[in-house]
DNA sequence: TTGAAAGCGCTAACAA
DNA sequence: TTGTTAGCGCTTTCAA
């Protein structure tokens, strides 16, 4: 039924393994053969079979990415830069949604080895002592993107979080504020926790203001959430004055809270995001962020892999990508 | 090096045949023969090779997704309906972007052809007569999601686009207006050209309301094309009351577009969209919308390919899901 | 420059 | 209930 090598072989007069060589390209054909070889698998239509040949060579040219959930677009925008590195050096990708749940990246990993995937792009909020210690079991090369391995053993892309967020607060104290509220997605995530949250403190600390834990605000990043962060800190008997919120969804909610309220940005109180996706410039006034690179976070992290799987050397496992501030509305203009 | 299924034959003292019993779960295999080989399999650390049995079974348990832009939070969306269905039937998928090129789309379907996908879900705007021809001499069965194939010969899950837009219509002219926009994505996309804008114009015809070509916006249906286009029509001699628009980031930029003039939505004018994604509540005023389905779509496509998969019998190969008006503030209230 | 032949790791008759 | 054996379609030595 299936045009097979043989049937190639069988019509143009040679063996398979020139048919084979012709296929992948090697050198080693005279032209005339070549050409004639061609001309048959034209005409039967014969399309390699790549499980076949993944069998045979133990080389899928697929490689896994577990991310925790495509629909975000966070993650999308992370996806597509792995998926075009991908192709263009020619791989294709198994995709599969962890929801953020360990049981499943551990399970979902343990899948990909055993589709002989050639090695798998990885996010993850917090990389726990048994995914840590799977990756370093794999059989094949991973890399971590948007993703921290505390121990640094893992090869990963990432931005300095840390830094980051210590300027972007820093942007506000520049606009006078005292009471700085933090805003952000789950705290266990390491990214949250570590870098985020400690680069907040830090700014606070080095600007002589004292951290006040009830301008913490640890949620589901979610538009939702940010209306209610919002309108719980506006409660307190001191609210805060300007806003650090951890992506730009919790920028949207805080900001549409407080118009709710009557409240104006940036004249009455000031927000800053941690994110600039397409969503920062679709709100009134636009948001003020910091610029996460996310399609180049997955593409660099999917140029890392193949730097692996074709056992190249490596420069730096750990790659920190640069970060900038896009000033907007959000914000008023340093004073 | 790697553990084979051989390994796990000797060290367990059975054939290899009795490996792949237990390990395919057939019945016909004693008790304590299963958990004798179980035992060494655990032991052994031992892990199917799917390659080699996708070669040997002709079946990988992997489908081809094929998407315009995972990026692009429509799509994004479609996607997870698709994969975690596919999770629950225990298929992993192989992801690429088309972005919207038939070139792209034909170079992939043959690509996952080579890879012996079991099957394919496929996304696209147009289906071309090539893309139609060489999804009828595919080797696996397709279904096509959110995309239309106007020969019907093609198993597909969509909304009734045609109508959800007559019903749009309708509701903009209940509201009293008489000079109604449409501003588009591409009109060559068929769900656009076809349905949507068919819908457009037969509410109005209906309503006795004359066809104005200077409404009708075609656009890369972004953000900034909404701004643009309410900028626009707002020039013309007699602008629009009222705009019907293609998806929501469409409709927010023409919301924005009319703040930044001072035209207030929805006193001044009325708008409604066709997605309702999250962004429908992330506007000021909230975004009225025609509800899109996509999850289910990608949901019900996956549970579509799995019926065409398993040979299972198949009750109607064109399915048509419900939609729906949601009333949020960019429209008043019935008059 | 070409061919023969031995796998790659597994499934699936078929036989016992 | 279990084992034997012939592929699945290709890559890759090794020889010629």
Do not use: C, W
Request: charged content about 25%.
């Amino acid at each position: 039924m299936t045009i097979t090598i043989y049937d190639v072989a069988r019509e143009a007069n040679v063996s398979m393994a020139t048919v084979s060589r012709v296929v992948n390209g090697n050198p080693n054909v005279k032209p005339a053969t070549r050409k004639k070889v061609l001309d048959v698998i034209e005409r039967l239509e014969y399309r390699p079979n790549a499980v076949a040949r993944g069998l045979a060579s133990k080389k899928t040219t697929t490689v896994g990415v577990i991310i925790p959930d495509i629909s975000n677009v966070f993650y999308a925008e992370l996806a597509r830069g792995i998926e075009d590195i991908a192709t263009m050096y020619r791989y294709n990708i198994i995709l599969s949604n962890s929801d953020q749940r360990e049981d499943k990246e551990l399970q979902l990993l343990e899948n990909m080895f055993g589709k002989q995937v050639d090695g798998i792009v990885l996010m993850s909020d917090r990389v726990t002592n048994d995914l840590l210690h799977m990756i370093e079991r794999s059989p094949v090369p991973i890399v971590l993107a948007g993703t921290i391995d505390a121990t640094n053993r893992i090869a990963s892309v990432n931005i300095d979080y840390y830094q980051a967020a210590y300027e972007a607060v820093t942007r506000l104290i520049q606009n006078k504020h005292q009471r700085i509220a933090f805003v952000s997605g789950s705290l266990s995530s390491t990214i949250n926790r570590a870098f985020k949250y400690t680069g907040y403190e830090k700014a606070l600390e080095d600007a002589g203001i004292a951290i006040d834990e009830s301008l913490v605000i640890e949620s589901d990043a979610t538009y939702d959430e940010g209306m209610a962060a919002f309108n719980h800190l506006q409660k307190l008997a001191n609210p805060p004055t300007a806003f650090f919120a951890g992506n730009d969804e919790l920028a949207i909610g805080l900001i549409h809270g407080a118009q709710d309220r009557g409240v104006v940005v940036p004249e009455d109180i000031e927000v800053i995001s941690f994110e600039n996706s397409k969503l920062a410039r679709m709100v009134r006034p636009t948001l003020t962020s910091v610029v996460l690179p996310l399609y180049d976070i997955g593409a660099v992290s999917m140029r890392l892999l193949t730097k692996y799987m074709n056992k190249e050397h490596i420069d730096e496992k750990t790659v920190v990508l640069p970060h900038r501030i896009e000033e907007r509305q959000s914000l008023k203009k340093p004073i």
